[in-house]
């Protein structure tokens, strides 16, 4: 059973267009959620969320969290090919020693075409 | 350069024979992580380790066993692998808890078990 569940698992989309990724999570002592890009090999951090309605900006990236309605969006605008990748998300263990512990979604793969 | 480095980086082997993958990372980080990747399962914690000597099983330990007898190094032991082991296998480092700040990532080791 997921603890964090995204949307779409696979979008693509043509260079300009603006996307919505999604994150629902299922954790009774929730703490941070986190946004990574996985571009080829390793992920690379992008956002942590711990407050409600705040966003956070990174350029043409952007998150925000609903700690009530358990979700956070990520928006690209204005998309390049740069930013085909798999975005992840995650958010931390609930229960018991958990210091280390986080799940991660399956992922949305984005292909931005030229 | 603030780095997490893994060794090797492709690895094919077969069935039984025990290996290690090594992981190191130079920014004095406290907290490490082994990560599987497995198409369409996203990423799953193996194990995590705390401190020196403080280590805990994360979501699917079966079959693997480390060790952090240095802060820098967090090796992982597969005593006798088995073909559904064979994935993408990343190792972590953060200065906090992973709920808490951005995790660095390995770039990878491919793993094959025939």
């Known amino acids: 059973e997921d603890k964090v569940v995204q949307s779409p698992l696979s979008l693509v989309v043509h260079e300009g267009d603006t996307v919505t990724l999604n994150c629902s999570y299922e954790?009774?002592?929730?703490?941070?959620l986190l946004w990574y890009k996985q571009e080829k090999k390793a992920p690379t951090f992008l956002f942590m969320l711990t407050s409600s309605g705040i966003e956070k900006k990174s350029g043409r990236l952007s998150s925000i969290l609903d700690k009530k309605e358990l979700f956070s969006i990520l928006n690209i605008t204005a998309t390049q090919t740069g930013d085909s990748a798999v975005y992840l998300c995650?958010?931390?263990?609930?229960?018991?020693?958990?210091?280390?512990?986080?799940?991660f979604g399956r992922g949305t793969q984005l292909t931005v075409w030229p | 350069e603030a780095q997490v480095t893994q060794n090797p980086r492709y690895l094919i082997t077969v069935t039984g024979k025990k290996l290690t993958v090594t992981c190191s990372q130079n920014?004095?980080?406290?907290?490490m992580s082994w990560y599987r990747q497995d198409p369409g399962l996203g990423l799953r914690q193996i194990y995590y380790?705390?401190?020196?000597?403080?280590?805990d099983k994360g979501d699917v330990p079966e079959g693997y066993k480390v060790s952090r007898k240095e802060k820098r190094n967090f090796p992982l032991i597969l005593e006798s692998p088995s073909p559904n082991q064979t994935s993408l296998y990343f190792c972590a480092s953060s200065s906090l808890p992973l709920w808490r700040t951005e995790a660095f990532f390995g770039q990878g080791t491919r793993l094959t078990v025939v």
């Open positions: 380790s705390m401190n020196v000597e403080v280590t």
């Open positions: 920014m004095n980080h406290e907290y």
């Open positions: 954790v009774t002592n929730f703490r941070s």
């Open positions: 995650a958010a931390p263990h609930d229960r018991g020693s958990t210091l280390g512990r986080l799940y």
